[in-house]
Nanobody, 121 residues
Framework: QVQLVESGGGSVQAGGSLTLSCVAS???????MGWFRQAPGKEREGVAR????????YYADAVKCRFTISRDNAKSTLYLQMDSLKPEDTAMYYC???????????????WGQGTQVTVSS
């Protein structure tokens, strides 16, 4: 089991950037990792995911070419670089982990508590 703690959220104006971090309690070498978000009144949605070694990534259409997911397994840390932020990116962002069973699934097992991102126009 892995415990996840996100940080790096905050308030930013449209067009700005933020970098989210997620530190795991143990090693994450054998986990696919992902970022999700949930806006008020909306369902949680997958944002990006990354394979165990970082060679494969996948992004939701809404964030493609603006967000970059990466990981540092030696530091047990997952990152999400968010550029060209839009007001519609406002949400609680969650880090998640799952054993390597299906890279193209948004079905994750372990979740952090979330970090709030607010983008003003």
């Amino acid at each position: 089991q892995v415990q996840l703690v996100e940080s790096g959220g905050g308030s930013v104006q449209a067009g700005g950037s933020l970098t989210l971090s997620c530190v795991a309690s143990g090693n994450i070498y054998n986990y696919y990792m992902g970022w999700f978000r949930q806006a008020p009144g909306k369902e949680r949605e997958g944002v990006a995911r990354i394979s165990t070694g970082g060679s494969r990534t996948y992004y939701a259409d809404a964030v493609k070419c603006r967000f970059t997911i990466s990981r540092d397994n030696a530091k047990s840390t997952l990152y999400l670089q968010m550029d060209s932020l839009k007001p519609e990116d406002t949400a609680m962002y969650y880090c998640a982990a799952v054993g390597p069973r299906n890279f193209y699934s948004w079905d994750f097992d372990y979740w952090g508590q979330g970090t709030q991102v607010t983008v003003s126009s």
